[in-house]
């Protein structure tokens, strides 16, 4: 059964931290990208941030440069969402997807399986 669980989320307040995770079950972890996206209420669901398993390569938005970090953990099938700096407007929910062709970039969009969503709330 294929899973990726997304978890983390929560409320903050401005300037505030959060690590999002994103769990993998049911398929080869280290042959998949993962990436983040995030979906604020009536906006598109946009990809943040993603990083290519065995390639050295991680894509981020420019809203989240220098802020948001992502890294893996292939021994637990774990992609991390470190969220420093939080702002009002990186609240949404954000979803993790995984896909077997490598993230190249802002137009990088996985269609092989996507995680629930796990909201993330940042007062001001």
């Known amino acids: 059964d294929v899973q990726l669980q997304a978890s983390g989320g929560g409320l903050v307040h401005d300037g505030g931290s959060l690590k999002l995770s994103c769990t993998a079950s049911?398929?080869?972890?280290?042959?998949?990208?993962i990436g983040w996206f995030r979906q604020a209420p009536g906006k598109e669901r946009k990809l943040i941030s993603c990083?290519?398993?065995?390639?050295?390569?991680?894509y981020y938005v420019d809203s989240v440069k220098g802020r948001f970090t992502i890294s893996n953990d292939n021994a637990k099938s774990t992609v991390y969402l470190q969220m420093n700096s939080l702002k009002p407007e990186d609240t949404a929910v954000y979803y993790c997807?995984?896909?077997?062709?490598?993230?190249?970039?802002?137009?990088?969009?996985?269609?092989?399986?996507w995680g629930q969503g796990t909201q993330v709330t940042v007062s001001s």
């Open positions: 997807a995984a896909d077997s062709f490598q993230c190249y970039g802002s137009n990088w969009y996985p269609t092989d399986y």
């Open positions: 990083i290519s398993n065995g390639h050295p390569f991680t």
């Open positions: 049911g398929f080869t972890f280290d042959n998949y990208a």
